[in-house]
């Protein structure tokens, strides 16, 4: 995305028509060659390429192949932006691909859609254009949005750079085991009958960068950390295998992160043939390395060492690190043992250089983007007897200063975490009753409709925010410019005749943030931009100590908003699960004890907004999922206090007020039941883009008494769905879910959509209800 989010602009800018394809092209050269160039001065041996992408990396994989999609109209040639922004996005006619979290991580990638029929064929370049861009720059082109999105402006910014990078691919069989079914094909139809017919583009594509000169390539097959079969294990022994001849000449890597590799996919992947290197994280992937310890590593082979984290903004332990190093060295020998990131860091912060206003001490303790590859060489020097005692010594006087720092620790919140664990928190009545005593009190029409939360953030809006933020306007004018768009949001909802509103958190910046700010225990970034989506990035904030809430944070505004309206009006907050899994956590402590101080602060929110009046609160826990442990065997415990954590924000509340919860973008059929465990009254969850996967759950018999939203349309592209189109996804919902739990709303909130999108789509939406309300008033 770049330091300053570069790439985000020039996407939404090309998106917008304000500029061309040319001018984002130029943008993307210019951050592609920036990174080399920063890697190479810090002193990286082994560079990665192909590492970049205008919209997520396995679409990237999927143009590579040319496995599109055939409702994209795509004529064979080289793959343009066109058809790439198509699949990521949809357009006017056609939806987009299905999109979920990218293993436990806050990062999304667009769902491979493939069957029998998919024809597979070398449709995009990248790879090789971006290793060609490193090591020798290229020519000069004109270039329009029909041509290939993997071709290179000439670079002007840097002189040729002659950088030799390791290009990096999505393994074969790690794509194909993030696939799905194209609509219509069978299940039983095994994706992995593909392999052959998706190594045949491998091939071309290995075959061309060794003419182009690499000397290594790296294969994320990261799937590898996951709870295989046997039949899934055989499938990379038959791949690589299959390219063994192709690696003549070639040092491949694996790479696996995430988590640890089991013992036999460890056996099995240090097994591969062809292979020169293998990969581990070994910061969250600890019983990989006893595993090395123990099983031994081949002869001969590379390991690629994940000591430094990828995925967090702590400054490395760097005497901790060379210790493990050392162990190391002695299993795999001196010579073969590389110094490494624990997984790629766009998961983390770019550039701590960026951050002027962050307190000094915490900055201390953090390490960014740009700082661990400095770490990473560190390390690597060290190793080689190089030692930079300057380096070591202030990296130790920061470790320990945050150990002993009386800002991180508060007692008081340390025991009131300690005595929930006496307790399971749900709440006295079942929630049959509960839905009982509150449609008694909101009196709502069968499929109420709602929206999950946020309206369009408009240029005006985020000015308002930033001058208040940087004191250029007084309080009551901020207050005011916000009273009035919660005021046209209001209206708006009541013109659409919606029955459950939304104030529309114009105050909000990032629904995580926004409640971190006011929250103790919380440091906040300028410019930690992380990549979320396609050009939608995220700050995360910083977890550093023990967690409180000294006021309440949004009753003002929530109270507000009901003033303006008769219908109900719904508190808005996000959950402790969602807060913890969307922030840079400490890592001095379980995870679990700080979701639980979380959970104790929102719950005092929860009851200040009941007692204010607001009788609709929604607890947003659209990350649950997310934090799912990729093992099967470390899952129960993750949601019994993830679930439980979320029971205790609401378990005081009257049975008259109504709880929802709102989830997004992830697989949830595999832990249904503890959803249902959550107790919520309502639940509002992605559905639309997914092809409606979350229905298959409850047609397989699983009964849901709360009420259930799924999404109708997806929010995420800027197509507008029909009345039709909505009335059809409503009564495939009708097939399996009662009539009288069944919500009609979109798939997510609409902060990133326009209003010239989201006026239409919400009026068919509530058009659909209606339309179906009479149907079924009239079958009675």
Not at 42 to 50: D, L
Not at 96 to 106: G, L
Not at 479 to 502: F, G
Not at 671 to 695: P, Q, W
Request: hydrophobic share 40%; proline share 4%; glycine share 6%.
């Amino acid at each position: 995305m770049g330091p300053k989010r570069e790439l985000k602009f020039a996407l939404e800018s090309f998106w917008d028509g304000k500029s061309g394809a040319q001018d984002l092209q130029k943008v993307a050269a210019d951050l592609r060659c920036s990174i080399w160039k920063q890697m190479a001065d810090a002193g990286i041996k082994y560079i990665p390429s192909n590492t970049f992408s205008y919209y997520d990396q396995v679409l990237d994989t999927t143009a590579m192949l040319g496995a599109v999609p055939d409702r994209y109209g795509w004529n064979g040639e080289e793959i343009g932006f066109d058809t790439y922004f198509s699949m990521a996005r949809g357009n006017a006619s056609v939806p987009a691909m299905e999109m979920t979290k990218w293993f436990d991580t806050n990062y999304h990638f667009i769902v491979p859609e493939l069957g029998p029929n998919t024809k597979f064929s070398y449709a995009s370049h990248k790879a090789v254009a971006e290793y060609n861009e490193a090591k020798a720059g290229t020519d000069p082109f004109i270039c329009n949005s029909n041509q290939g999105f993997d071709q290179m402006p000439k670079l002007i910014s840097y002189d040729l750079l002659g950088i030799d990078t390791i290009p990096v691919l999505i393994g074969p069989v790690t794509y194909l085991l993030l696939s799905k079914h194209a609509k219509g094909v069978e299940k039983s139809f095994s994706l992995l009958s593909l392999l052959g017919n998706v190594l045949s583009v491998y091939k071309e594509v290995i075959a061309e960068l060794k003419a182009a000169g690499a000397s290594w390539i790296q294969f994320d097959e990261s799937t590898l950390v996951m709870d295989l079969d046997s039949h899934q294990l055989q499938a990379f022994i038959d791949a690589y295998s299959e390219l063994e001849s192709s690696f003549s000449g070639l040092n491949v890597l694996i790479e696996t992160y995430f988590a640890d590799v089991p013992a036999e996919a460890y056996k099995t992947a240090t097994a591969l043939k062809g292979v020169s290197g293998f990969g581990f994280d070994l910061v969250r992937g600890t019983k990989t390395l006893d595993l090395i310890k123990s099983s031994g590593f081949p002869a001969g082979k590379f390991l690629f060492a994940g000591v430094v984290d990828g995925r967090n903004i702590w400054a490395n332990d760097l005497a901790a690190s060379l210790s493990t190093l050392q162990d190391l060295e002695c299993v795999v020998g001196k010579d073969k043992l590389v110094v490494s990131t624990s997984c790629s860091l766009m998961h983390t912060a770019v550039d701590l250089v960026n951050e002027t206003k962050l307190d000094s001490e915490i900055k201390s303790w953090l390490a960014f983007a740009a700082q661990k590859v400095v770490e990473v060489n560190a390390l690597a020097m060290a190793l080689a007897g190089q030692k930079d005692e300057a380096f070591f010594s202030a990296n130790a006087a920061a470790q320990a200063s945050r150990k002993s720092s009386p800002r991180v620790t508060n007692e008081e919140v340390q025991k009131a975490a300690a005595d929930l664990k006496g307790s399971d928190h749900r709440r006295a009545t079942n929630v049959s009753a509960r839905l009982d005593a509150q449609q008694k009190k909101l009196n709502l029409p069968i499929l109420p409709t709602t929206t999950i939360g946020s309206f369009p953030q408009t240029m005006d809006l985020r000015r308002v925010r930033r001058e208040y933020k940087a004191n250029k306007i007084l309080e009551e004018e901020y207050v005011k410019a916000i009273k009035e768009e919660i005021n046209k949001v209001v209206k708006l909802q009541e013109e659409l005749d919606i029955d459950v509103l939304v104030h529309g958190e114009p105050e909000r910046n990032d629904m995580v943030e926004y409640f971190g700010e006011q929250l103790s225990g919380f440091a906040f970034t300028v410019n930690g931009w992380v990549q979320s989506y396609g050009s939608r990035c995220v700050k995360p904030p910083i977890i550093y100590g023990d967690v409180s809430r000294p006021k309440p944070m949004t009753v003002f505004w929530s109270t507000m908003a009901q003033s303006m309206t008769a219908r109900p009006m719904k508190g808005m907050l996000t959950g402790p699960v969602t807060i913890l899994n969307w922030s840079f956590v400490r890592n001095d402590q379980p995870r679990s004890e700080t979701c639980y101080q979380i959970a104790l602060a929102i719950k005092k929110e929860v009851e200040d907004l009941e007692a204010a009046g607001i009788q609709v609160i929604q607890i947003d826990e659209a990350a649950l999922r997310e934090g799912l442990p990729l093992h099967k065997s470390d899952q129960a415990f993750y949601l019994e206090w993830a679930v439980h954590s979320f029971r205790i924000t609401n378990c005081g509340v009257k049975d008259t007020t109504q709880i929802h919860t709102h989830m997004c973008y992830s697989n949830f059929n595999d832990i249904i039941h503890s959803i249902i465990g959550m107790d919520a009254d309502v639940i509002t969850i992605e559905n639309s883009r997914s092809d409606e996967k979350l229905l298959s759950v409850f047609r397989e018999g699983v009964k849901y008494g709360a009420g259930i939203g799924p999404g109708v349309y997806d929010i995420h592209s800027p197509r507008i769905p029909s009345t039709e189109e909505i009335v059809d996804r409503i009564n495939k919902m009708l097939a399996v879910l009662e009539t009288n739990i069944l919500w009609v709303n979109p798939d997510c909130g609409l902060k990133t959509r326009k209003y010239a999108e989201v006026n239409p789509a919400l009026s068919n939406m509530v058009a659909a209800a209606k339309v179906l309300r009479t149907q079924l008033a009239s079958a009675k």
